[in-house]
């Protein structure tokens, strides 16, 4: 009984920290296939196409691609004037937006994109401030143009999708 309770801290301790807990589901092999909608994206079209191919150039076990007709997306991608932000309902599946607030600021387009990409990949806000890492969003200067996750971004986000880690729900947004 002590244990399960000292068990059900640590993993809200966990959850609370940002720590993905790993499911114990085999590996598989195929990369998983998430498909996004990009057709509400208005002119940031091609930057959320852009923002897609960052994460295929950098990861294996996974792949975002443009949803085809009959085919539910498992990420919509929207347009509007607030900031930037995505809604995860788990692992690769949800919605996010490009916000012309940040982009009016100055905001590198392909990093906005990478980086909400990010979040539906598994991976939380992480605002150190530094340009090389894609998930510091908006805490590293607006002059930052790098649209890359790091070695360790894209290691998670292989690992998250080597298990099917379990992410829960969550609500991200790019203010600075
Ligand atoms: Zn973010």
Redesign the pocket.
Known sequence: MILRRVLAALCAAAALAGVQVISATPATAAPRILYYDASQAQEFVSVVHQGAQIWNSRVTNVRLEPVTAGRTPNIRVYADNNWPR?QTTSLGNGRWWMGRQAVNQGYYQPRIAA??F??LLGLP?RRTGLCADL?S?SSAPVSCTNAYPNSREAATVNANFRTSVSVAPEA???AP
């Open positions: 995505a980086h909400e990010g979040h806000d998930m969003g991200y947004v790019w």
